[in-house]
């Protein structure tokens, strides 16, 4: 079945590791998105992606890194985590479209907490 | 850029009474607005959305209105059910030039009490 899948679900680490956070559709899409989300609360865009290689930062500034290698994974990088980081991490993609408007469909996410 | 401004942060109803929410955005560029129900511990999904050349869009119980003049537009739902209780998100979008970056309101909890 056509999905996202996001891992881990749920990670507590300790302040200065590097983690990655793992993001995959099935979905066939071409753009995928990282979302920052306090738990209830407003959604922050802080990555993008319209394909391959293509990558660019969000509206909400963030010190992590993103790549695009392969057009169904996405995968989001800090460096070195830090206890502002603790938050939902939200994965979505949706198809590249043209004049359509194209729902975005979002992964479970990754809970994240730095200790 | 864009801006959307949600109202109420909260809101709670008796199971069978209609629900209103209220959004607001500042880029009279934006031509689509999606809504998102977000329930407890799960993913945010889509319920309804509207195009900005349509005033009103209706879906069973769920219906959103839009004013261009006014820059707002509402999702109403009517008859409440307990499983309506969610957090609901607004948001806009100007797709041609933003390419679907959606910005978000800052979501509304909807409490329907049996």
């Known amino acids: 079945e056509a999905d996202i899948y996001q891992t881990p679900r749920y990670l507590v680490i300790g302040t200065g590791k590097k983690i990655t956070l793992e993001c995959s559709q099935t979905?066939?899409?071409?753009?995928m998105y990282w979302y920052q989300q306090d738990p209830g609360m407003e959604l922050h865009l802080i990555h993008y992606?319209?394909?391959?290689?293509?990558?660019e930062k969000g509206d909400l500034s963030s010190e992590s890194t993103v790549s695009r290698i392969r057009t169904e994974h996405f995968p989001l990088t800090l460096e070195s985590a830090r206890p502002s980081h603790t938050s939902q991490y939200l994965c979505?993609?949706?198809?590249?479209?043209?004049?359509?408007?194209?729902?975005?469909?979002f992964g479970p996410g990754t809970r994240l907490t730095v200790l | 850029g864009e801006n959307v401004e949600q109202h109420p942060s909260t809101l709670s109803v008796q199971e069978g009474d209609s629900a209103v929410i209220k959004c607001t955005y500042s880029?009279?560029?934006?031509?689509?607005f999606p809504w998102y129900k977000q329930e407890l511990g799960k993913r945010p999904q889509l319920i309804i959305d509207i195009r900005s050349n349509v005033g009103e869009k209706k879906d069973q119980r769920i219906a959103v209105t839009l004013n261009k003049t006014a820059k707002h537009f509402s999702l109403h739902i009517t008859e409440t059910q307990p499983e309506d209780s969610a957090v609901y998100f607004c948001?806009?979008?100007?797709?041609?030039?933003?390419?679907?970056?959606?910005?978000f309101g800052q979501g509304t909890e909807l409490s329907v009490k049996p």
């Open positions: 880029d009279s560029a934006s031509n689509y």
């Open positions: 979505a993609s949706s198809e590249l479209g043209g004049t359509t408007y194209n729902e975005q469909f």
């Open positions: 979905m066939g899409h071409d753009k």
């Open positions: 992606s319209y394909g391959v290689n293509s990558t």
């Open positions: 948001a806009a979008t100007d797709f041609y030039n933003q390419g679907g970056k959606l910005i």
